[in-house]
């Protein structure tokens, strides 16, 4: 899982990447009303210390859930805006923390996500293939292969 803050960043991922590679690309700002939970604040510099309200997350992962999260920082001297990303499941309290890294003072947003709500077509049914087929993961901005020299994708499978 990848996290771009740049169209750059996104595009050198993209031109590393082989023909028939899946990609599926989701804003923050367009996912940002359908958060599980959201943490802190992307322009404070404050470490976040406050995790009583990871209650909602860990309930999920309590319940088998899978969970992503996506952590922002935006640089007070530069506006430039920092990202990680990863996805969470069937960890305990301590676990968590560790994977979140929120005893180092980590500053910034945290924002979380049900995966399967990440993975949701038209119908709010879950897409899970890769290879979507007439389905569309509607939460996603892109979600295709990329093609080759030609145009074409290549079918999954060696290339």
């Known amino acids: 899982m990848f996290c ?10 993209l031109s590393d990447s082989r023909p028939g590679d899946h990609f599926t690309v989701y804003s923050r700002n367009k996912l940002a009303t359908k958060t599980l ?16 309200g990871l209650v909602e997350v860990k309930t999920a992962l309590a319940a088998g ?3 992503v999260f996506l952590w922002c920082h935006a640089l007070p001297e530069t506006e430039r805006i920092e990202c990680d990303a990863g996805t969470l499941w069937d960890l305990t309290e301590k676990e968590l923390e560790e994977s979140l890294r929120l005893r180092s003072g980590r500053s910034g947003e945290f924002m979380f996500f049900l ?3 990440l993975d949701e077509d038209e119908g709010g049914n879950p897409i899970t293939s890769v290879s979507t087929g007439a389905k569309r993961r509607v939460n996603a901005v ?7 020299e030609a145009g074409l994708t290549p079918a999954s499978g060696p290339y």
């Open 4 to 13: 771009f803050s740049d169209y750059e960043s996104y595009y050198r991922e």
């Open 65 to 67: 859930k899978e969970i």
């Open 37 to 52: 939970f959201r943490l802190g604040d992307l322009r404070s510099n404050q470490p976040i210390l406050d995790t009583h």
């Open 142 to 148: 892109v979600d295709g292969k990329r093609p080759n």
């Open 115 to 117: 995966l399967q709500m």
